[in-house]
């Protein structure tokens, strides 16, 4: 079964114009109902698939901390009574957004079991989180992160953003040394990807999105690796770098492409070889737990040839890579008999390298990563 746990909260105080998660603007919404719902969700779930030990647990969104203190106390209690009785040396991580935290939401969740914060930042530029449409600002991330500090949080995580609409070079390096300066143990960052459905995508059809050029953007990334390491960070997944033993237990589950839980409106779960997505909207969210119990609306049997091209793809994310003996005890294949033909061809380009015990990508591959991911499928 599997050691780990996503939750979903899908309300946001404002929608960003770049966000294609499954998400929704707070006012009016069903809130109580809703975290009754992920309530029922996770004790139906855990009766019919019992955890054994639950190692991470993990609340994104949308933006939890747009639940207020009483609502955050009540989902937390519903984890606790669910999720943590089997939980061991858990990591438990909230997603948050800077000036949406007080002392008193911080206070119920360190009391609730939280230990882990990742704080959406994107940048630190006054301009370039209007057009983000973001409504926390610079002075919000520091105040926020002392607060955390001082409450006990000390495994806290900020997310940047590169490659945004007139953003330069000196702009992200600028970002990246005050992200540095906050002292905090992991830091991600993420090229700005434009996805379809979203206002920047309409946008960007419409040639009113000036981004960065590639090149620009590949110095951007070339830099922060540089600049990140050279302070200390492990460039441990393509876009997480983090002092040693800080690396997001739980986005490791995904990179190994184990299974997990996956709880609320829009979430994923893979379980016992069955990957599932639960129903978007929230009304038919609320409506199916209470009718149906279940509020699936996706469900797929994974097969081993997927099985195995997806632990390619994730695995390769990662600066551990895949090793050879772990792929041969899950598939009782070895793998260059599987995938022989891709990986020459890979080592041929230079994209990825092997020590004879795993296969990684190579620095030239993590700019080319997609190319070496799309040859696995």
Not at 224 to 245: C, D, M, P, Q
């Amino acid at each position: 079964m599997p050691h780990a746990v996503y939750i979903h909260i899908p309300f946001c105080h404002h929608i960003c114009p770049y966000c294609d998660f499954n998400k929704y603007v707070l006012a009016g919404q069903p809130v109580w109902e809703y975290l009754e719902a992920l309530k029922q969700e996770m004790a139906v779930t855990f009766e019919r698939w019992p955890a054994r030990e639950i190692r991470t647990i993990y609340v994104g969104g949308g933006t939890p901390t747009a639940l207020n203190a009483e609502q955050m106390n009540f989902f937390l209690e519903a984890v606790a009574r669910y999720v943590q009785p089997q939980a061991s040396n858990v990591e438990f991580t909230v997603e948050a957004n800077p000036g949406t935290v007080d002392e008193e939401l911080l206070r119920v969740m360190k009391t609730g079991g939280v230990n882990r914060l990742s704080f959406g930042v994107q940048t630190f530029d006054a301009k370039l989180l209007k057009k983000l449409g973001r409504i926390h600002t610079s002075e919000d991330v520091h105040q926020s992160l002392v607060l955390a500090k001082q409450l006990g949080f000390n495994n806290l995580s900020v997310d940047l953003m590169f490659g945004l609409p007139g953003q330069s070079v000196k702009m992200f390096m600028a970002d990246v040394e005050q992200a540095l300066a906050l002292n905090i143990p992991h830091i991600s960052a993420y090229s700005l990807k434009i996805e379809e459905g979203t206002p920047f995508y309409r946008m960007y059809k419409h040639n009113k999105l000036h981004l960065p050029s590639e090149d620009e953007e590949a110095e951007m990334y070339e830099l922060l690796i540089k600049r990140l390491t050279e302070a200390g960070y492990v460039h441990y997944e393509i876009s997480n770098f983090a002092w040693h033993g800080y690396e997001s237990r739980h986005n490791l589950t995904y990179w190994r492409n184990e299974e997990y839980y996956g709880f609320g409106a829009g979430a994923h779960g893979y379980v016992q070889g069955v990957r599932h997505v639960n129903a978007g909207p929230v009304r038919q969210y609320i409506d199916m737990v209470t009718t149906e119990t279940l509020p699936r609306v996706e469900v797929h049997p994974v097969t081993k040839q997927e099985a195995m091209e997806e632990m390619m793809i994730m695995g390769l994310r990662t600066r551990e890579g895949v090793a050879r003996q772990t792929f041969l005890e899950r598939f009782g294949i070895k793998l260059e008999q599987q995938f022989g033909t891709q990986l020459k061809e890979l080592q041929d380009k230079g994209l990825i390298t092997t020590d004879g015990e795993r296969y990684w990508l190579t620095e030239k591959g993590l700019f080319l990563g997609n190319e070496v991911f799309a040859s696995f499928i």
